[in-house]
């Protein structure tokens, strides 16, 4: 549904040059809800921008819906329009709502089908349907201050839908809301995505949207994308960085004739009492470092750091023993060159 093709932005402000996309390829499948991850800088409000063509790329292509959006973008004025046309079919959420304090809420939801061109009668039927939709019938009247945050965001989706988008983009939707209303407007975005079909591409700073509604995750880090997948997916790869800052399972090795190894535990195999049969089986003594356990996406996930007495070599068999139960195992090491080594080992 949504392709970049080696996106690059870079910004130019008095003589200085800021590379905040640098190749960027994203692919948001049809329907599913997406989310981009990173720290503040890392470019994802701007990588969210270059998708409805809000901010210019450098180089590089968008394609939203089969669509090359940055193809329109660079022809001339009839193509604005077709640019125009295809932009309405992608629907903007704001941190900040940007709702309109003089007009009110009806009248915001109205705003992009009157730049449509939309008859009034038309603008107001569809307006009330989506106050419906989004559980505000009752605040059609009210004005924007009138409204509590999660009732400003909800205008912000109501508008959003306005233009039958396939498509809803999302920049820290939540990140200005307490953790409350946080979890209402996720469950109404997860909602509309399946109600509706819609393709949802959010942009976070916070792991728990990406564990409480999202399909798959992208890692970005300095204008580029890290890691990216399914989030069950992620959560089987060994050495994520995603699957470790969403299930953060922590301790160290204590000695260095020890093994480390990062379980993995998903559906049926989460309810097995492995790790006792693992010891029982084995005859070994078996630490636990540090455990995680939490749903994602509806699904039971478990991460769990265990400590087997030995170097990896003696516990080859061990380690085997945890995949055959269909379990993802992860040989880690506080010594990174030395992981390395043993992953290769570990395949
Ligand atoms: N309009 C702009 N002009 C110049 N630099 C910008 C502009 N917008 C963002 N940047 C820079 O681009 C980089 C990425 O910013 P941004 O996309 O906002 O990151 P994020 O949303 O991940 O915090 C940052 O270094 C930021 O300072
Ligand atoms: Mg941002």
Do not use: W
Not at 235 to 258: C, I, K, M, N, W
Request: hydrophobic share 40%; glycine share 10%.
């Amino acid at each position: 549904m949504i392709t970049t093709t080696d996106l690059t932005k870079v910004y130019r402000s008095r003589g200085r040059e800021v590379t905040a996309l640098d190749g960027v390829d994203l692919h948001v499948r049809e329907g599913e809800v997406y989310g981009v991850v990173g720290q503040s800088g890392a470019g994802k409000s701007t990588l969210i921008r270059c998708v409805n063509l809000l901010e210019r790329p450098s180089s590089g292509t968008v394609t939203v819906a089969g669509q090359d959006l940055t193809a329109l973008a660079g022809r001339g004025r009839r193509a604005g329009s077709a640019l125009r046309q295809a932009r309405s079919r992608i629907g903007m959420v704001f941190q900040h709502f940007n709702l309109l304090s003089s007009r009110t809420v009806r009248d915001n939801v109205e705003l992009p089908l009157e730049i449509l061109g939309v008859s009034g009668k038309e603008r107001t039927r569809k307006a009330l349907e989506l106050l419906d939709l989004v559980g505000l019938a009752d605040k059609a009247k009210a004005y924007p201050a009138q409204l509590s945050g999660g009732q400003k965001q909800r205008v912000g989706i109501a508008r959003a839908l306005a233009g039958d988008p396939k498509v809803l983009l999302s920049d820290e939707a939540t990140s200005a809301l307490d953790p409350e209303t946080t979890r209402s407007i996720l469950q109404l975005l997860r909602d509309l995505n399946r109600q509706l079909g819609l393709t949802v591409l959010l942009i976070t700073h916070e792991m728990d949207v990406v564990k409480t509604i999202c399909d798959s995750a992208a890692l970005m880090s300095d204008g580029r994308i890290v890691e990216s997948g399914k989030v069950t997916d992620l959560l089987a790869t060994p050495g994520s960085q995603l699957a470790q800052e969403l299930f953060p399972v922590g301790g160290v090795p204590s000695a260095e004739d020890r093994t480390v190894v990062d379980v993995t535990f998903q559906g049926e195999a989460a309810a097995k009492p492995v790790i006792s049969q693992l010891s029982r089986t084995y005859n070994i003594d078996i630490s636990i470092l540090g455990a995680a356990m939490d749903t994602v996406s509806g699904n039971q996930v478990g991460r769990m750091r265990i400590e087997l007495p030995g170097p990896f070599e003696e516990n080859v068999v061990p380690i085997g023993f945890l995949r055959e139960q269909g379990l993802q195992v992860d040989v880690a090491d506080v010594d990174a060159s030395k992981t390395a080594v043993l992953k290769e080992g570990a395949k």
